[in-house]
């Protein structure tokens, strides 16, 4: 495999780094707003696609989902993709929790609080190289 | 029952390897620009390998409780980290590669829990 081209396999950049912890925030923040559309609405996964569209909460979910997929695609342009992944991911999946737990009251049980404290140092770890 | 586990499986492997073609399609891409991602045919390949990820997770999701789809995503995580070491031979230092662990780790407690 040719990788002459760009030297993304090799450095963590800070704007990649940057674009991944960016694009999981907003994909993290679309969970949250799509959740809480569906939630909130008397419309279920077997609804009108037209209807499913009509919801506020589900088109700002759409629009944010979309605005992160491009900035982690941007992130994969300048990033290894086994940092992007993770990262991302990470913070995809740790910021609906923490929107939860202070928002909704919601309790986070001691496994899933060791998980996030994993996933913020790993990428604190990440982000000091830079 | 079966049938939901085999779509949550087949969903998160969808995942996995679109965003490894992803990555893939930006290696011969000096500069970015959607524009010319928009006609990579790789590129489009992995949107189409994504929609098959949404319709298959669409359908077990149907039937299947989210806790019990919600670990499948550590396939999801799984494929980009083992391609990005073993096929793009992406080259992190010790402490790097033990930050991606630690976050790969974290995901699964949060996932499980």
Same mark, same amino acid.
């Given at each position: 495999?040719?990788?002459?081209?760009?030297?993304?396999?090799?450095n963590?950049?800070? %704007?990649? #780094? /940057?674009?991944?912890?960016?694009?999981? =925030? !907003?994909?993290? @923040?679309? +969970?949250y &707003?799509?959740?809480?559309? $569906?939630?909130?609405?008397?419309?279920?996964l077997?609804?009108? %696609?037209? #209807? /499913?569209?009509?919801?506020?909460?589900? =088109? !700002?979910?759409? @629009?944010? +989902?979309? &605005?992160?997929?491009?900035? $982690?695609?941007?992130?994969?342009?300048?990033?290894?993709?086994?940092?992007?992944?993770?990262?991302?991911?990470?913070?995809?999946?740790?910021?609906? @929790?923490?929107?939860?737990?202070?928002?909704?009251?919601?309790?986070?049980?001691?496994?899933?609080?060791?998980?996030?404290?994993?996933?913020?140092?790993?990428?604190?770890?990440?982000?000091?190289?830079? | 029952?079966?049938?939901e586990?085999?779509?949550?499986?087949?969903?998160?492997t969808?995942?996995?390897i679109?965003?490894?073609?992803?990555?893939?399609?930006?290696?011969?891409?000096?500069?970015?620009?959607?524009?010319?991602?928009?006609?990579?045919?790789?590129?489009?390949?992995?949107?189409?390998?994504?929609?098959?990820?949404?319709?298959?997770?669409?359908?077990?999701?149907?039937?299947?409780?989210?806790?019990?789809?919600?670990?499948?995503?550590?396939?999801?995580?799984?494929?980009?980290?083992?391609?990005?070491?073993?096929?793009?031979?992406?080259?992190?230092?010790?402490?790097?590669?033990?930050?991606?662990?630690?976050?790969?780790?974290?995901?699964?407690?949060?996932?499980?829990?």
């Amino acid at each position: 495999m040719d990788s002459s081209v760009n030297d993304s396999c090799r450095n963590i950049t800070g %704007i990649g #780094l /940057l674009n991944s912890i960016v694009g999981g =925030l !907003l994909m993290g @923040i679309s +969970a949250y &707003a799509l959740k809480t559309g $569906l939630a909130s609405s008397f419309l279920a996964l077997d609804a009108s %696609i037209i #209807l /499913l569209i009509l919801n506020p909460l589900i =088109l !700002l979910a759409a @629009i944010l +989902a979309l &605005a992160g997929f491009f900035l $982690l695609q941007m992130a994969m342009h300048k990033c290894p993709i086994s940092v992007v992944t993770p990262v991302s991911s990470g913070l995809g999946m740790v910021l609906p @929790i923490i929107i939860a737990y202070f928002l909704l009251g919601e309790v986070v049980v001691f496994g899933k609080g060791v998980g996030i404290v994993l996933i913020l140092i790993g990428i604190a770890v990440l982000g000091r190289k830079e | 029952m079966m049938v939901e586990i085999i779509l949550s499986l087949v969903a998160a492997t969808c995942y996995g390897i679109a965003a490894s073609i992803q990555k893939y399609s930006m290696k011969t891409m000096k500069k970015f620009s959607v524009r010319k991602l928009i006609k990579n045919k790789n590129w489009l390949l992995s949107i189409l390998v994504t929609f098959i990820g949404v319709v298959a997770q669409l359908f077990a999701l149907k039937n299947l409780p989210l806790s019990t789809f919600q670990p499948f995503f550590g396939i999801t995580l799984m494929i980009p980290v083992v391609v990005g070491a073993l096929v793009f031979r992406e080259k992190l230092k010790v402490i790097e590669w033990t930050a991606v662990l630690m976050i790969v780790a974290g995901i699964l407690l949060v996932l499980v829990y």
